[in-house]
């Protein structure tokens, strides 16, 4: 089910609504709807502070059931930590919060009264998004392949008003926009391998295409491949029943013939390693090799939902890294699409072999004015960076700036890693162009030089989202990073 959104203006002791959130600060400190409810309530939210129930402490809950004097019957006390240093990540930690003891309580609708908060440097508007984006997170479930245990008959909650001017408006319609991708984008990477295949994605991508107008989807096979010289790509795939794909979604939201944006993400369903295989702990989560291709899809999905008025392009290289008698092998020369041969050292090192020649295929298909991919591709990145930001690779002072400060103001962070052409030498190859590793150190960025050599000349920049595509352990579901991320440079790019 999805949460639906609107903006109200009803003041907190009047609202007409389940359960009214307000905010509490460490040391007693009520925001003003807080206070308008103690006031309206004879003091219900003080006695508690001063007894200690309500601590203030950022992220607690507490909850008031059936306060006399107001007219909803709940309130929901959101802790918000110290008033001093309160600040965008603290706002966005608060709403997961209060979005989860949301979701545990028998209510279809509530009322948001924490986008009155102060928070540096962010207007009502991101107030607003924020809120909507945390709860729609904590809103989401994955169910496609089975019914959750304790899936009883409790109300769930449906929909969510914020208490905010008309200056949220955008913020609102943007939050609905980015939830929609996110939701995409996890969905999809959460899905098991044997469902999500290369196949799988084309469908789902053709499905968005038919219904919306100004989108387009093409897809080659692995036959079309094969005429065009995609040899890079194909031999990853080669040793799977799961033939590969190349998928591109074209969006016509800008003017006629001007250069698109494009986004790249690499789209391996399954990565065992190949012959090369992987170690069998934990190998199921190669089902999240496919992340970078959800995070492009969801950011595509954000922007048509968004109506951005760009061009944009999505492409999606898709295969399954499998060990067979038919399999790539170490050792073996692959062509590139871009006439660069490649001696493999690694069969799993895989993701840039697929994303070498989409690389170039967008290049040369869309002349796009810049490309940006999203990939799984390191688990270097993962020691390097851990789970909280993807990586992030440019040549491009100007384009990385953008992206950097994208992920700052969505709280989707990425940190940026050097592309100096003093690691380019770990790639020299004594049989072919460029090995397919570069040795022990520096991986994540030997990964991202590898690609480099074939988005010569355009303007790129490469995320490492092995760290943030998805979070670790038995129950682990995909994040749906980077779309807001993505989504956020893209909103940039239509205020200049
Ligand atoms: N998909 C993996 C990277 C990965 C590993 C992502 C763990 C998330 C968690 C990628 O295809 C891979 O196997 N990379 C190798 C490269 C190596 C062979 C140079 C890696 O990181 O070990
Ligand atoms: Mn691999
Ligand atoms: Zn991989």
Not at 308 to 321: D, F, K, M, T, W
Not at 343 to 348: A, F, G, I, Q, R
Not at 441 to 451: E, H, K, N, Q, R
Request: glycine letters at 10%; aromatic letters at 8%; hydrophobic letters at 45%.
């Amino acid at each position: 089910m999805t949460l639906q959104f609107s903006l109200t203006t009803a003041a907190p002791e009047t609202a007409d609504t389940a359960c009214v959130l307000v905010g509490v600060y460490e040391q007693g400190v009520l925001t003003s709807a807080a206070a308008c409810v103690d006031g309206a309530t004879g003091g219900a939210i003080k006695r508690q502070v001063e007894s200690g129930d309500i601590s203030g402490k950022a992220g607690s809950t507490t909850l008031l059931y059936a306060p006399t004097g107001i007219a909803a019957k709940r309130v929901l006390v959101v802790g918000l930590g110290t008033q001093k240093g309160f600040d965008a990540a603290r706002y966005q930690k608060v709403a997961i919060e209060a979005a989860r003891a949301l979701g545990k309580l028998p209510l279809a609708e509530a009322t948001w009264y924490l986008a009155e908060v102060d928070v540096p440097g962010r207007d009502a508007a991101w107030r607003v998004r924020t809120a909507a984006l945390a709860a729609d997170h904590a809103a989401y479930r994955y169910t496609a392949t089975f019914k959750p245990r304790e899936k009883s008959a409790q109300t769930e909650l449906a929909s969510l008003a914020f208490a905010a001017g008309a200056d949220a408006e955008a913020g609102l319609a943007q939050a609905c926009g980015i939830a929609e991708g996110v939701r995409f984008a996890r969905e999809l990477a959460n899905l098991p391998p044997n469902i999500c295949t290369p196949v799988y994605i084309a469908e789902q991508a053709q499905a968005f295409a038919d219904a919306h107008d100004k989108v387009d989807c093409r897809v080659l096979d692995h036959v079309e491949m094969e005429k065009l010289g995609f040899g890079s790509l194909l031999a990853v795939g080669r040793g799977s029943a799961n033939k590969p794909k190349l998928i591109a979604l074209q969006y016509h939201g800008g003017a006629a013939g001007a250069a698109p944006y494009a986004f790249v993400g690499k789209g391996i369903t399954f990565d065992t390693g190949g012959i090369s295989l992987k170690p069998g702990p934990g190998m199921e989560e190669m089902k999240f090799d496919m992340g970078g291709a959800a995070g492009v899809l969801g950011a595509f999905v954000a922007a048509v939902k968004m109506g951005v008025g760009h061009n944009l392009v999505c492409v999606v290289p898709s295969a399954e890294n499998m060990p067979d008698g038919d399999s790539y092998r170490p050792g073996d020369v692959l062509t590139s699409l871009s006439g660069l041969t490649i001696e493999v050292l690694n069969t799993d090192a895989e993701g840039r072999l697929i994303l070498c020649d989409a690389l170039t295929w967008t290049a040369r298909t869309f002349q796009p004015q810049a490309m940006i991919d999203a990939a799984t591709l390191t688990g270097a990145c993962v020691i390097a960076l851990g789970k909280h930001a993807s990586g992030l690779f440019s040549r491009h002072d100007d384009l990385a700036t953008e992206l950097l400060a994208a992920g700052e103001h969505a709280l989707d962070r990425a940190w940026r890693m050097p592309l100096w052409d003093d690691y380019q030498v770990q790639l020299d190859s004594g049989f072919a162009d460029v090995a397919n590793i570069g040795g022990k150190s520096a991986g994540a960025i030997t990964a991202a030089c590898f690609l480099s050599r074939f988005a010569e000349g355009q303007r790129w920049a490469h995320l490492d989202i092995a760290g943030t595509a998805w979070d670790e352990g038995r129950k682990g579901l995909a994040t749906g990073r980077p779309v807001a991320l993505l989504a956020q440079w893209l909103l940039d790019r239509c205020e200049k």
